[in-house]
């Protein structure tokens, strides 16, 4: 006989044996579960499901409480959703695993790093191309200039190097760039405006365009590419090889671009907006920070003096000798460039170690190579010209206590100034945003804002402040998607708020590496990037490293961990606790220590994910049969495992069928697809 009761306001009918779960599903009310499964008898372990009866006020698990004649039942009200949040955050507060790889998180475009590795080791480097492209629109560029901030962060760091994961965008790139072509939507009828046609810029005309936007791109320049065309030297990326070959595909997208328009000179903002259905200003970070001193208009400015030398061809006057103030990568471009110009008596002065510099080790290391001379601790004072000659006053400087950004402060050493002659002194200590007048802007002059409302959008070092280039392309795809919500209503998948992490390797052992490819995980050590001779490093703007073969990448790609969670893209808990804006350290406490069991050819528990539902050990037993799962120990030690802790023994029919059921990738298959 039916029942009826009362759910979120509602009279429903429930048939006998039907849960309040059941019920409130063919109601389109979506109850949240981790631990149910029909195919077995009801285990009521997470507790996410609860659901309130409002005449006793006691909270009941749906999935299995069954509803009573006249029952008021409240499934969506704030207190449920409250007590729904706390049971999934006190399973996160257990939870103990890597919902992505470290690498893929420390991308600040979010590439799927894994994926792409995994394609280039088993040779598939047109489909590592297609996988790099969904995050990074300018790989050939990036794969020679990215900082690898996922390299920093790879486990295989510990006891060892990273995974040369560049390489890999490098090598695709280079092999499938000019033939490949992605599927553009249909035309939508909608157009946008960007200004700039740096990597921001194109960044947002990319992802627009593949989703049937029209894009006029508008440029200062006579040629797109911005800093990457003339703030970064030819010897790191080459223009008519590389940048002129990946800029054409943009054309052949339909991307239009018009240049010599300047925002503000003879392009009119109010203009583009009646014009267009949104407008974006990706106009970068072209003003150079002055060095803070007496005669400091003396200096010529680190991207003035790098476009100056891209604008003619890489052929100029041979500077002489050379003073470079500043430590970050455009200082090092400055000094490196300066030695292929001629220059014999390179120096670059900092006013923190080399330990504080922020510029790239690489570079750093490069640089002394190629003769550059390096002079720490000291601070500009005074620029002045005497007999034809530039002479830079410089004090000693000594480290005082961290300041806000954790390097430690440099302070002046009274009475320990010194001199030091030159024939060209360069500023390369930072660079600021000029915004055109009409643009809401920061205390620091940047763009207020990605979204500015009245059809503005920003995105690029303008936003952000002079940064790299993977990390424009970040914000130009995020304006990209921002303005795809706003003139077509379109809803993309947002990224995952819930990441839990076993640690940076910095704060993991050689013990915590735990083998998850067996046999397959290779011990070799990096392969090394071939550099051109250091003659022609010195004497010529050659690119300075070749790209790896494909044999040697896709043997480095074996030393990759595959750390992610195998049931990343799937996991409920994940899933659940972001519908309901959980916290991952809302209760702090002791963690369930990562325990593997990798003995089975295919299938690998990781008993740190476990949350104790009991599905497998039910479906083990109820669905296939085998009864190969038991539940061992009691409290917070339970653990899931088998006989006599045997492992997976020969009995079991790789069926997959607990895999399958697992809600958070406690079990999962050994080879990721």
Known sequence: MSIEFILDGRTVTAEPGQTIMEVAR??????????????????????????????????????????????????????????????????????????????????????????????????????????????????????????????????????????????????????????????????????????????????????????????????????????????????????????????????????????????????????????????????????????RCEGEELAVSGIDFLRNVALNDNVAPNPGKVIVVGGGNTAMDCLRTSVRLGSSDVNCFYRRTEAEMPAEKIEIEEAKEEGVNFHYLAAPVKLEKRNGKLVMTFRKMELGEPDASGRRKPVEIPGSDYEVEADTVIAAIGQKTEAPEGLPVNRFGYLEAANMGNKLYSAGDCLSGAATVVEAVATGRNAALEILHDILGREFEKESSINVSRGNWQELSADDLVVLRGDELSQDARQGLKLISLEERKTTFKETTFTMEKERVMQEGKRCIECSCTDKSSCKLRQYADEYGCDVNAFSGEKQLPSYDVRHPLIIQDRGKCIKCGVCVKICKEVVNKGLLSQKKRGFYTVIGTAFESGFPAACADCGECVNACPTGALGWRKKK
């Open 26 to 291: 063919n109601n389109n009310i979506n109850i949240p579960g981790l631990c149910g499964e029909k195919r077995i008898s009801k285990t009521t372990s997470c507790f996410v499901c609860v659901v309130k009866d409002v005449k006793t006020g006691r909270f009941l698990p749906s999935c299995s409480a069954m509803p009573a004649p006249g029952q008021e039942i409240d499934a969506s009200g704030a207190d449920v959703i409250e007590m729904r949040r706390t049971a999934l955050n006190l399973l996160l507060s257990e939870h103990n695993g890597d919902c992505e790889a470290p690498c893929t998180l420390a991308c600040p475009a979010h590439a799927p790093v894994e994926e792409y590795v995994r394609a280039g080791r088993n040779g598939d480097f047109a489909e590592a191309l297609k996988i790099i492209k969904k995050r990074i629109p300018l790989p050939m560029s990036i794969g020679r200039v990215c900082p690898r901030f996922c390299e920093k962060q790879c486990r295989r760091n510990i006891g060892g190097k990273p995974v040369a994961i560049n390489e890999f965008k490098r090598l695709a790139a280079d092999l499938y760039y000019d033939t490949y072509m992605e599927d553009i939507a249909p035309d939508t009828g909608k157009s946008v405006a960007i200004v700039g046609a740096g990597p921001a810029g194109l960044s947002a005309a990319y992802y627009l365009r593949l989703e049937g936007v029209n894009v006029t791109v508008f440029e200062a320049m006579e040629k797109a590419g911005g800093m990457t065309r003339y703030g970064i030297p030819e010897y790191r990326l080459p223009k008519k090889a590389i940048l002129d070959r990946e800029l054409a595909h943009f054309e052949k997208l339909g991307v239009k671009f018009e240049f010599g328009k300047k925002l503000g000179s003879n392009l009119s903002l109010d203009e583009l907006k009646a014009k267009f259905d949104a407008v974006v200003i990706a106009i970068g970070c072209w003003k150079s920070s002055g060095i």
